[in-house]
């Protein structure tokens, strides 16, 4: 089927940064956009941002400006370039694909297992 593994996350101070992968494999025919989304303790699950294959972007007004999404479509991977991170990003972070499986008759939505992302000192 369809994976999606995301490195990354960790312990970090503010002010620092942190850089996020998630990387998609399987039976993959065509991605149409990947995106990181996380969910804070006792908050709602909220985009953070994402990016189409053509390279259009899309940012939470919380983190313009601080986090930049890039990809490479090459190995089906997006990243996520976060700087001057601050506790209330505080988080688990999470990868989502919408994608075309192959042999699947209309795209779907796949989801990483998450990685903490803790701002701290």
């Known amino acids: 089927q369809v994976q999606l593994v995301e490195s990354g996350g960790g312990l970090v101070q503010p002010g620092g940064s942190l850089r996020l992968s998630c990387a998609a494999s399987?039976?993959?025919?065509?991605?149409?956009?990947m995106g990181w989304y996380r969910q804070a303790p006792g908050k709602q699950r909220e985009l953070v941002a994402l990016i189409t294959t053509h390279g259009s972007t899309n940012y939470a007004d919380s983190v313009k400006g601080r986090f930049t999404i890039s990809s490479d479509n090459t190995k089906n991977t997006v990243y996520l370039q976060m700087n001057s991170l601050k506790p209330e990003d505080t988080a688990v972070y999470s990868c989502?694909?919408?994608?075309?499986?192959?042999?699947?008759?209309?795209?779907?939505?796949?989801w990483g297992q998450g990685t903490q992302v803790t701002v701290s000192s």
């Open positions: 989502n694909a919408l994608l075309r499986s192959t042999g699947a008759a209309s795209i779907g939505s796949y």
């Open positions: 399987g039976r993959i025919l065509s991605i149409n956009v």
